[in-house]
């Protein structure tokens, strides 16, 4: 049983290496192409990497990614302590036995002679912590760049939400049909309470009623006209079902 959590426990940490190696490639693309645009940040970069980061931590965390995308994986044991809050379970990691003289930075090597023993949880969660400060640094730079990579993108996920919206919105289409459900009674799912007093202040089952409850959930703009025609549907049969009883 053990063998197995530890075997999970080595491919997780694998796992992270491979993610974390793709954001190494992302963030180099991502420099390359804003310096090509206009906006080299290098210097900025740089300073603040050294703000948000502790460096040895950095370095060390860096090489033992190397470690485990391009050489083996990570060999981790299991730590157990027992106190008077319970059992608490640590992976430990013997960092010296990972040193390679030849590719680690001074960094790294001094980081991993001073924590012989490095519990990876509470390293990567203090490492976590200090990247997505970094971060939000980073992205801020990147989102006033106005990247022609990065319009492109937006492009094509604003293209994508919009299409599986749609695809959402009609299987709701589907069931509101089928079962004659009462549309203002599901508003809430949908709309704050807010934007409900915005709809309730219009004349009920108005064509500008229902054209504001569209504006304000359909947030990726994938209501087109038959699903417009089938909302407005609802909403008359139900009206007249009210005019009827």
């Not at 709309?191 to 569209?214: M, N, P, Y």
Request: neutral net charge; hydrophobic residues 45%; contains cysteine.
């Amino acid at each position: 049983m053990l063998e197995r959590e530890e075997w999970e426990a080595k491919k997780c940490l694998h796992r992270v290496a491979v993610a974390a190696s793709t954001l190494v490639d992302m963030s180099r693309v991502m420099r390359t192409n804003m310096a090509k645009a206009g906006t080299d940040i290098t210097r900025e970069y740089a300073a603040e990497l050294a703000r948000s980061l502790d460096k040895e931590q950095h370095d060390f965390v860096i090489a033992l990614r190397n470690v485990a995308s391009h050489a083996r994986l990570l060999e981790p044991s299991w730590s157990i302590r027992y106190d008077a809050s319970g059992t608490a379970v640590s992976i430990m990691l013997a960092a010296e036995d990972y040193i390679d003289p030849k590719r680690w930075t001074s960094g790294a090597i001094a980081y991993a002679r001073t924590h012989t023993k490095v519990d990876l949880v509470a390293l990567l969660a203090s490492y976590e912590r200090a990247a997505a400060e970094f971060n939000q640094w980073l992205i801020r730079h990147v989102e006033i760049s106005r990247l022609p990579m990065l319009e492109n993108y937006r492009e094509c996920d604003a293209a994508r939400r919009r299409v599986s919206a749609r695809s959402h919105y009609g299987l709701l289409m589907q069931a509101a049909e089928q079962r004659r459900i009462d549309p203002y009674a599901v508003l809430p799912n949908f709309l704050s309470d807010e934007e409900i007093a915005r709809v309730h202040a219009q004349r009920r089952g108005s064509a500008q009623q229902i054209d504001l409850i569209i504006t304000l959930a359909d947030k990726h703009d994938a209501v087109d006209d038959d699903l417009r025609h089938r909302i407005t549907a609802i909403f008359a049969a139900h009206l007249a079902g009210e005019a009827g009883s």
